[in-house]
Nanobody
Framework: QVQLVESGGGSVQAGGSLRLSCEVSETIFRFNLGWYRQAPGKQREMVARRPRWGSSIYADSVKGRFTISVDQVKNMVYLQMNSLKPEDTAVYYC?????????WGQGTRVTVSS
């Protein structure tokens, strides 16, 4: 069973930055990787996705502010979040997928105050 463990969440003022980290328990090379978030009362939504092949994609709401990156040596996935807004407040989840195999982390909470 693949395990994903997120860290790096916290409370920050609007305009600030945070970097989320996701440690994956096995090599990440075979996975499509991504970050999702779920705000209170809302459905989980894709924030950033890094396909195994091709360019990363971002939700329109975070383009130009968030960047997904990976370290294949350390099996880590990162989400750099800049210029944070109160509407970015949510629980953020790391995701790894290969075909029918889907894995989620437990989530890390991000709170942005105005």
């Amino acid at each position: 069973q693949v395990q994903l463990v997120e860290s790096g969440g916290g409370s920050v003022q609007a305009g600030g930055s945070l970097r989320l980290s996701c440690e994956v328990s096995e090599t990440i090379f075979r996975f499509n990787l991504g970050w999702y978030r779920q705000a209170p009362g809302k459905q989980r939504e894709m924030v950033a996705r890094r396909p195994r092949w091709g360019s990363s994609i971002y939700a329109d709401s975070v383009k130009g502010r968030f960047t997904i990156s990976v370290d294949q040596v350390k099996n880590m996935v990162y989400l750099q979040m800049n210029s944070l807004k109160p509407e970015d407040t949510a629980v953020y989840y790391c995701h790894a997928e290969q075909g029918a195999d889907n894995y989620w982390g437990q989530g890390t909470r991000v709170t942005v105050s105005s």
